[in-house]
């Protein structure tokens, strides 16, 4: 019978389905007919798309065995296990085990394979920050850092089985720690033992493991001078506004980001850069919003993840006085439209230059920036493929390319 994967939020969620259904297809789920619905807290809305997936699954397939995991389920998890047709919630920490799906515990030491190109590879879990705005820490809990001896096979399996590229991913990755290496070191370690990784990744960053004069050195020596360590970063930076942030409870703050993006430009000219964004944060008023408006302007980010503020109960921010949904919405609109013009100016220098990009489907993929491109129809490449090419025009937001 047939197992399927519907996951909400985070490359990490998107890591772990990989490992479930790769453990379900081999253990007791192997006999049923199998939905697994991987959900995600982070807003209202993700939780409401997952309630309305697992109802609508059960609506057209009532047969089938619905289990419900990941960071919504934890908090409730008796409210899920209400929903139709769910038989079974699984805790976060026990939903990528062999035993939760029948299997002895060898089955979970080779990582499965990855339904994409560019693999993820878990090296943390769970987060320590404690932002008012955030829920994550009660679905992940406190943060734990996978040692390099558990890393390092699974990084040289990925590349065996034909990934030209590695994103390392976690809840909050910059925290990842074991006895005095950080995440530079880990990422130089991988690249000195597995040199068959041609690419490496990050998946988002806490700004202030690159703040300039504390940062993570190993990680500035990587943007400094490594080749394979890919020029872009995406940022969890959400406000522009010392204020906001400060009552948002991050450790960083404007300086901060403007002195760590001066700086990786300086080293690597064209880096790819993107930014986690809240619009209508609780207190945020007309001058506080421009005050990010024109931080994001100012710092020029291509790519940028914005998504209107979203009450989550229990949290400090939920009890803070609220902005208009509306307010919101269109605060978010106004910084989506600024992100546009940033991004195709930041598109357009490319226009003329040669570039080696990873091809995730036979006429798409991203470059080194994580700027997205196309080939034309007539001139196709091959899924997984490292191929050259040639940057020819800027087209709704995408790179349009041809192969020399």
């Known amino acids: 019978m047939s197992v399927t994967l519907l996951t909400f939020g985070c490359r990490l969620n998107a890591h772990e389905s990989d490992a479930m259904e790769h453990l379900a297809r081999l253990g007791q789920m192997r006999d049923e007919e199998t939905i697994i619905v991987n959900t995600c807290t982070v807003t209202a809305e993700a939780e409401r798309q997952a309630r309305q997936t697992i109802r609508r699954a059960h609506r057209e397939n009532p047969a089938a065995r619905i289990i419900v995991t990941g960071c919504a389920s934890e908090r409730a998890a008796d409210a899920w296990a209400a929903l139709p047709g769910v038989s079974r919630v699984i805790p976060n920490t026990e939903k990528t085990l062999p035993a939760t799906w029948g299997l002895p515990d060898e089955a979970g030491q080779a990582p499965p394979p990855s339904r994409y190109i560019r693999a993820l590879l878990q090296v943390q879990q769970g987060c320590d920050n404690d932002c008012t705005f955030c829920v994550i820490p009660a679905g992940r809990g406190q943060s734990t850092s996978m040692p390099p001896g558990e890393i390092i096979p699974k990084a040289r399996a990925l590349a065996e089985a034909g990934h030209c590229e590695i994103v390392l991913t976690g809840v909050d990755i910059a925290s990842w720690q074991q006895k005095d290496m950080g995440l530079g070191q880990l990422c130089r370690h991988l690249l000195d033992e597995v040199p068959e990784i041609a690419r490496l990744r990050l998946s988002s960053i806490d700004p202030m493991i690159l703040t300039p004069d504390t940062g993570d050195k190993a990680l500035w020596d990587l943007i400094a001078d490594e080749p394979r360590f890919m020029p872009h970063l995406h940022l969890s930076l959400q406000a522009g506004s010392d204020l906001i942030l400060k009552r948002m409870k991050r450790r960083h703050n404007t300086a901060d980001v403007a002195g760590l993006i001066a700086q990786v430009r300086h080293l690597r000219p064209d880096t790819g850069f993107g930014a986690d964004v809240i619009a209508g944060f609780p207190?945020?008023?007309?001058?506080?919003?421009?005050?990010?408006?024109?931080?994001?302007?100012?710092?020029?980010?291509?790519?940028?993840?914005?998504?209107?503020?979203?009450?989550?109960?229990?949290?400090?921010?939920?009890?803070?006085?609220?902005?208009?949904?509306?307010?919101?919405?269109?605060?978010?609109?106004?910084?989506?439209?600024?992100?546009?013009?940033?991004?195709?100016?930041?598109?357009?220098?490319?226009?003329?230059?040669?570039?080696?990009?990873?091809?995730?489907?036979?006429?798409?993929?991203?470059?080194?920036?994580?700027?997205?491109?196309?080939?034309?129809?007539?001139?196709?490449?091959?899924?997984?493929?490292?191929?050259?090419?040639?940057?020819?025009?800027?087209?709704?937001?995408?790179?349009?390319?041809?192969?020399?």
């Not at 006085?321 to 220098?349: G, S, Y």
Request: overall charge neutral.
């Open 283 to 404: 207190t945020e008023t007309d001058a506080l919003f421009q005050e990010t408006y024109d931080f994001l302007a100012e710092q020029a980010i291509p790519f940028l993840h914005v998504f209107p503020y979203s009450e989550r109960p229990g949290t400090p921010a939920a009890r803070m006085p609220a902005m208009p949904k509306a307010t919101r919405q269109e605060r978010a609109a106004r910084l989506r439209a600024l992100c546009q013009t940033i991004r195709d100016r930041f598109l357009n220098r490319f226009v003329g230059q040669e570039k080696t990009v990873l091809m995730e489907s036979p006429t798409t993929g991203h470059t080194p920036e994580f700027a997205a491109f196309t080939l034309p129809q007539a001139q196709p490449s091959h899924r997984g493929r490292l191929e050259r090419i040639r940057i020819t025009a800027v087209q709704d937001g995408m790179l349009m390319a041809e192969i020399p």
